[in-house]
Structure formats: C-alpha cells, structure tokens
C-alpha cells in the first residue's frame, strides 16, 4: 500500500512558493521532487529514522488538510484523491468522487484554450496556478483559486497531479455584485466626500468623483485624463509610484498609504488612500481604485498631541520623556561610533522658597526666564530639558570632559543673572551633576540617573557648584545598599503580597477587571514603597525574579477566585522594559498560565510606553505574547515613545492614558485635549482606553464627556489586599 504525504510551506496562490512530497514504501525513500535544502539533509542524515519521518509527515499532511483544499489526479485528470475540506465545498462524498474525471466538476464557463493552457503547462512539468470555476454537486458555484503540481517520475515525466486550492466564490460573487450594480455605485461615489479615482496602468486618470472640486478645489474636466504622479508631492511621488507598480505587477489585493495632495491654490493637503485592484474577466489587474480621504485634521491633532506630550506647557522646552527618547537615540549612536556624550543635571537651589514667599505664578516665571537662557546660551547641537518642576538637564554629544566643564560654568553664570520677581531683584542658582558616557554608565537610563545622584551630592555639600559622578556617590548611599542586599533574601523568603485595584467600566459603573500592585513587607523595617525597591530592582536585574514571582501569584489568585465562583475578571500584571526584553518571555508566560490553570483571556500584561523604542524588537516579542490569548495594554501612554504611527505596528489592545493628564484634566484644557486626542485616535485604530488616576467626580464626569470607556483610580477604590478585595467582589455581586 502506497501512503502519500504531503508537505506546503506557503500556501494559497499567493503564499505557495514549493511543494515537497515524499513517497514512501515500506523501508525506502523516493523522492520525487526536491526544493529544499531541507529535503537534502533528510536524504544525507543517515541516523534520521525512517519512522519519525513518517511521523512528521502524517502530522504536516494532518494540518495540510484542515487547511487547504486538496486533490490528487492521475495524467488523465481521473480524481485519485479528495481530502475532507473538497468533499466540503463540492457537496459529494470521496465514495462519489474518487475514480470520477475531474470533468464531473467542469461549469463550462471557461474556453477551451483555457484548459488547453492548463494542461500544456503542467504536462510540460510546471506549476499552473489559476482560478477555476467549478459546479458543486447541488448545482451552486464554486471558485476556486488553484494551484497544481505536476509529480514527476524518475524521467522527468508528469504522471500524477495535486491541486492545492482556495475557495474564492464569495470574493466573486462580491466582483459580480459590483459590476451589476454599476450605477448605485456611481451614485454613491459621486456623492461621497472622499476622492474617488480611477488610474489605468500608465497612470492616467480615467475616473475622478465630482468631490475633487470641493477637496482639491478642481473641477473634473481638469483631473480628468491627466496623470495621476504628478498631483502627488515631490517627496511622496517616488512612494506612491512603488505602491501602484507593486499592486498592478504582483496582484497584490490591495494597499494603504498616507501622502500629500496638491490643491488647486498650490498648498497640500495630507490624505490618506487605500488602494483597490480592479479584475478584469481574465483575471488581469487593468485598473486601480484609490480612495482618497483628507486627513489634514487628524494630522494636525497627531502633531499637536505630540508636541503637547513631548513638551513641557509651560517652558515649551521637551519634557523627561522626549529627552529620555533623545538620549536613548545619542547613547546607541556614541556607543556605536566610539564618541563621548555628556548629561548634566541642573536642580534650581531652593525653588521651593521662591513658590512659598513668591506665589507659584511667580516661580512660574523664573522657570520661565531660565528656560529662556538656557535656549540662547546653548550649541544648537545640544539638547535640553525640562525633566520636573525645578529640574533641567542638557545632553551634550560629541563632547569631552572640558566642553562639559565650560557648558557649566556657562550655565551657571547665565542663571545667576539678577531676574526681577514680584518687582524685586532675585539672584537664582543652581546645583548641577554631571555624568558621561563611557566613563559613568552603561545605559541611556543609567547615565540620567548618576547625573542625578551627582546633582544631589552638590545639594547635599552646599548647592551652588557642579560635580562630576563618581562610583563613591552611588556605593555611600547606605539605604540603597540595605535595600538591595534585603531585596535579594525578600525574593528568595518570598516577603511580597499582592494589593488589587479594581477598573471600572465609566458607563455602568461595574467592575471589568483588576491590576495587581506588588508590595513589600520586611519583617523588621516594615512596608516598604515600590517607589524605593522597585528601581533597585531595574538596576540590579532582581525585576526578572520579582516580575515572574508577581506574575504567579497574580494569576494563581485570580484562578483561585474563579474556581470560589466569584466573577471572571481579566487581571492586569505590570511587566518591565528588562522583563519584556529578556530571553524565553513567551514560554515563561505559558508555563505559569499552564502550572496556574488560569486562561490565557483571564491575563493582562501592562507595558510601558518608553520600552518600545525599539520598534521591531518589541513587535516580535508581542506578537509571541499576542499568539498566547494574552491582552497587551500600554501602561502611562502619552509620557514615552508617544507616536499615533507606531500603534498600527504593534498588537496591543488597551491604551493606558497616564495619571499626569487625568490630575488636572477639570483644570488644564491642554491636558483634557491630550487625553480628548487619545480617546479620538484609539477609537479609529479600534483600541481600548483606560484612564489611571480618577479621583473626583469632576475628573470622571470630564471622562464621560470625551467617551473614555474604562477608569481605575482612588476615586473608585483605593488597591485592596486579598481578603478586602473578596469583600469588596461580594458586594457587588
């Protein structure tokens, strides 16, 4: 008895690039075609067993067949074989179907040259790949898009055939539904507000919709007939030309894209197009459909949402996160062209008197006017900040230890200019560390950190100087050095519990889920913040330990309160930038949902933004996250990476929007347009949002306003031990 199996890496018409297939009787191997390198290791490993193989194959040609469409003919086109997924589709059973000439199938709708074609092709031994209109049993048609394999003999001649397939009725069924209703479709593209045109192959227009006079202020007869490139800007031509190539040369089914238009008056216009293939009967592109829609407003909100998150409101200087997202950038490219950069960190002496004798509106003002000479004073190469409320810092690239010395000495110089402040004169000063790289740090974040800490030694040794950083600052730090030595043995005795803070939907009011908040109780000294040991944490890698204790335990408690009949709630686990990045996250994430017992739906990773400066990492990591059933949601959105246009790369689910624009959101209108802005643009990219933070009814009612759907925050509750947390699910059930 012959068994056949058959092995598709890419599959469907567009996706199948080789097809092995491996005979095999009894103890030897005929190989019938080989184009892969992996066929011609199996051939050359003599150790592989003939019985794994087999196995391996049954397994492939298992999958094979729950996905594609399958059918093996011998050279006459008699059917000698029909997989499940063809009985399906064609309504006869294997018993009606095998022994039958696949003529039994033919609809008569194609012409004999058509065949004619397909048998000359794949007789000759090549693949023929096409679309084929079939009859089912019951009469109803079927296209199908085909594929056929020729197997060949030890001769180079075809003697049977296996035809992969893809049932396609439904996409025609759509295209013969557009040809026959021709003219509601003109009715409603001549009536749409989008641009709709048509473009041949060379790129003339053929079509244009009459909204073209109220967009681009042309009229048809102008647009009409002219080539299509030549309206597109400069420096998005090249672009677009590729995208129309590639969609006419490869029948690639369609493709989206953002470019600039040009009007009528000579100004742009940003639009945003997806780009449709129209099918002729043979199956050849002969047009495009572009849709055209403006978006110049919603690029206008993306650039003001940006500016507003990565700017400081009041010194318009950038904010910690841009400068975090600038220094990262620096850092990688100093470290990758062997040069020197330099960050210094100014803290205002004493502000904290100006605001309490001065007023805040006049502390306002001197943060103001240092912002101001800082900007005159500084290299237009160098980059500054303001990092908080009295604290600036400058990176500096390409520099040296002197070039430092001398921006601080200018620095402070600069601020100690008389300012007039509640009309008297002030004399301002400030206390500046210094840190480089390589000499200080081996991180973006480390070298901000340790510019700090030498800011803070300058404070503590009398104000009003500059320090470099030295290894002394950091190691005489007694509490640090305690913290983490008791860190270490808390994670090994296990001295963490979990704290639940539950998230609530605005509309209703009802509960939809919780966030796990670790918490330390030392035996001796107490509670201990997160604020002080989970960044010891980062620092010294103990994250990955805590994190992954974190992460079981939440998710064996949440098990636990399914399985006492409490309600289903997805549990939110934060997960650090050192956590997302280390090796293995998936099957680490796996294994504690498997040794748990909790579903996958039940889990919610919390990220935050600043970890996805590297793009394409971060993806791929995700995406093995995603496939999990896992829910991703980005934790303190608007604060990090901050980019609308990354979001469509990434499979996260929920927007976070961070506490910083929920505080002042009844008071600061900049901070009700960010967070009136994410709401906006989550909803188009079909996103959940959830704002942190809420704790007065006139924030939350702000919240109802601009239809955020989801809230967490003290206002609701404050984060509840375990047994707090069950009475608290008690009540509302």
């Given at each position: 008895m012959v068994k056949w199996y058959y092995i598709i890496l890419n599959y469907f018409w567009d996706k199948i690039c080789y097809i092995w297939v491996i005979q095999v009787r009894k103890t030897t191997t005929n190989f019938i075609e080989l184009r892969s390198h992996y066929i011609e290791e199996l051939k050359e490993n003599k150790t592989i067993k003939l019985e794994e193989v087999i196995q391996e194959l049954a397994d492939l040609r298992y999958a094979l067949d729950q996905a594609a469409i399958v059918t093996i003919t011998d050279d006459k086109g008699n059917i000698l074989y029909v997989n499940s997924q063809f009985c399906k589709i064609s309504k006869y059973t294997k018993e009606e179907l095998i022994g039958q000439n696949h003529r039994m199938l033919n609809s008569g709708h194609h012409s004999r040259d058509y065949y004619k074609n397909l048998w000359d092709t794949v007789n000759s031994g090549n693949v023929w790949r096409g679309e084929l209109r079939n009859i089912a049993k019951d009469g109803t048609i079927l296209w199908l898009d085909t594929t056929i394999v020729p197997f060949l003999d030890e001769n180079g001649k075809p003697f049977q055939f296996v035809s992969i397939r893809d049932d396609i009725t439904k996409r025609k069924q759509m295209e013969e539904q557009i040809r026959k209703s021709e003219e509601t479709y003109r009715l409603i593209t001549e009536n749409t507000s989008?641009?709709?045109?048509?473009?041949?192959?060379?790129?003339?227009?053929?079509?244009?919709?009459?909204?073209?006079?109220?967009?681009?202020?042309?009229?048809?007869?102008?647009?009409?007939?002219?080539?299509?490139?030549?309206?597109?800007?400069?420096?998005?031509?090249?672009?677009?030309?590729?995208?129309?190539?590639?969609?006419?040369?490869?029948?690639?089914?369609?493709?989206?894209?953002?470019?600039?238009?040009?009007?009528?008056?000579?100004?742009?216009?940003?639009?945003?197009?997806?780009?449709?293939?129209?099918?002729?009967?043979?199956?050849?592109?002969?047009?495009?459909?572009?849709?055209?829609?403006?978006?110049?407003?919603?690029?206008?909100?993306?650039?003001?949402?940006?500016?507003?998150?990565?700017?400081?409101?009041?010194?318009?200087?950038?904010?910690?996160?841009?400068?975090?997202?600038?220094?990262?950038?620096?850092?990688?490219?100093?470290?990758?062209?062997?040069?020197?950069?330099?960050?210094?960190?100014?803290?205002?002496?004493?502000?904290?008197?100006?605001?309490?004798?001065?007023?805040?509106?006049?502390?306002?003002?001197?943060?103001?006017?240092?912002?101001n000479r800082l900007k005159m004073m500084l290299n237009p190469k160098d980059f500054i900040a303001r990092i908080g409320g009295d604290e600036f810092a400058i990176i500096m690239v390409n520099t040296s230890k002197e070039q430092a010395i001398m921006i601080a000495d200018k620095v402070m110089v600069e601020i100690q200019k008389p300012i007039t402040l509640a009309k008297?004169?002030?004399?301002?000063?400030?206390?500046?560390?210094?840190?480089?790289?390589?000499?200080?740090?081996?991180?973006?974040?480390?070298?901000?950190?340790?510019?700090?800490?030498?800011?803070?030694?300058?404070?503590?040794?009398?104000?009003?100087?500059?320090?470099?950083?030295?290894?002394?600052?950091?190691?005489?730090?007694?509490?640090?050095?305690?913290?983490?030595?008791?860190?270490?043995?808390?994670?090994?005795?296990?001295?963490?519990?979990?704290?639940?803070?539950?998230?609530?939907?605005?509309?209703?009011?009802?509960?939809?889920?919780?966030?796990?908040?670790?918490?330390?109780?030392?035996?001796?000294?107490?509670?201990?913040?997160?604020?002080?040991?989970?960044?010891?944490?980062?620092?010294?890698?103990?994250?990955?330990?805590?994190?992954?204790?974190?992460?079981?335990?939440?998710?064996?408690?949440?098990?636990?309160?399914?399985?006492?009949?409490?309600?289903?709630?997805?549990?939110?686990?934060?997960?650090?930038?050192?956590?997302?990045?280390?090796?293995?996250?998936?099957?680490?994430?796996?294994?504690?949902?498997?040794?748990?017992?909790?579903?996958?739906?039940?889990?919610?990773?919390?990220?935050?933004?600043?970890?996805?400066?590297?793009?394409?990492?971060?993806?791929?990591?995700?995406?093995?996250?995603?496939?999990?059933?896992?829910?991703?949601?980005?934790?303190?959105?608007?604060?990090?990476?901050?980019?609308?246009?990354?979001?469509?790369?990434?499979?996260?689910?929920?927007?976070?929007?961070?506490?910083?624009?929920?505080?002042?959101?009844?008071?600061?209108?900049?901070?009700?347009?960010?967070v009136n802005g994410i709401v906006d643009i989550a909803g188009k990219l079909k996103l959940n949002v959830i704002a942190e933070g809420i704790e007065t009814n006139e924030q939350l009612c702000i919240l109802r306003e601009v239809s955020c759907p989801q809230g967490q925050g003290f206002y609701f509750s404050k984060p509840l031990s375990k047994e707090k947390f069950e009475r608290y699910l008690k009540e509302i059930i």
């Open positions: 989008d641009v709709i045109t048509v473009i041949n192959k060379e790129g003339d227009i053929i079509y244009v919709t009459p909204s073209c006079s109220h967009v681009l202020n042309y009229q048809v007869e102008e647009v009409e007939h002219s080539k299509f490139i030549p309206w597109i800007h400069k420096e998005d031509q090249e672009t677009v030309q590729y995208m129309v190539n590639s969609i006419f040369n490869t029948k690639k089914p369609s493709g989206e894209m953002e470019f600039q238009l040009e009007k009528k008056d000579g100004t742009y216009l940003d639009v945003e197009a997806n780009i449709s293939p129209i099918f002729s009967q043979s199956d050849e592109i002969d047009h495009l459909v572009l849709v055209i829609r403006d978006i110049t407003k919603r690029k206008y909100s993306e650039k003001m949402i940006y500016h507003l998150t990565h700017h400081d409101t009041l010194t318009e200087l950038p904010n910690r996160s841009y400068f975090m997202n600038h220094v990262t950038k620096e850092f990688y490219h100093a470290k990758v062209n062997e040069v020197k950069i330099a960050v210094l960190y100014m803290d205002i002496d004493k502000f904290k008197n100006i605001n309490d004798s001065l007023g805040h509106e006049n502390g306002d003002i001197a943060l103001i006017e240092i912002a008297e004169i002030h004399t301002i000063t400030a206390s500046i560390g210094i840190s480089m790289y390589p000499f200080h740090a081996k991180s973006p974040e480390e070298l901000l950190k340790r510019a700090n800490i030498a800011s803070d030694e300058v404070k503590a040794k009398g104000r009003n100087n500059y320090l470099f950083f030295n290894k002394n600052m950091e190691e005489n730090s007694l509490e640090r050095i305690l913290l983490e030595n008791e860190l270490k043995k808390a994670i090994e005795s296990d001295q963490f519990t979990l704290d639940y803070q539950p998230k609530i939907d605005i509309k209703s009011g009802k509960i939809i889920g919780m966030e796990a908040l670790v918490r330390w109780v030392h035996p001796e000294l107490g509670r201990i913040s997160p604020g002080k040991f989970i960044p010891i944490a980062e620092e010294t890698g103990l994250i990955l330990e805590l994190g992954e204790l974190i992460l079981r335990k939440g998710c064996k408690q949440n098990k636990q309160w399914q399985n006492q009949g409490y309600p289903k709630q997805q549990l939110s686990v934060n997960l650090s930038t050192k956590q997302l990045y280390q090796k293995n996250l998936s099957d680490k994430i796996e294994a504690i949902l498997e040794e748990t017992g909790l579903e996958a739906q039940w889990l919610e990773l919390e990220i935050t933004e600043s970890a996805f400066a590297n793009i394409s990492n971060a993806q791929t990591i995700l995406l093995k996250i995603k496939d999990l059933g896992v829910a991703i949601s980005i934790d303190d959105f608007g604060t990090g990476y901050s980019s609308f246009g990354y979001l469509k790369h990434l499979p996260v689910n929920t927007l976070k929007i961070d506490a910083i624009f929920i505080r002042d959101i009844n008071l600061n209108p900049e901070s009700q347009a960010i």
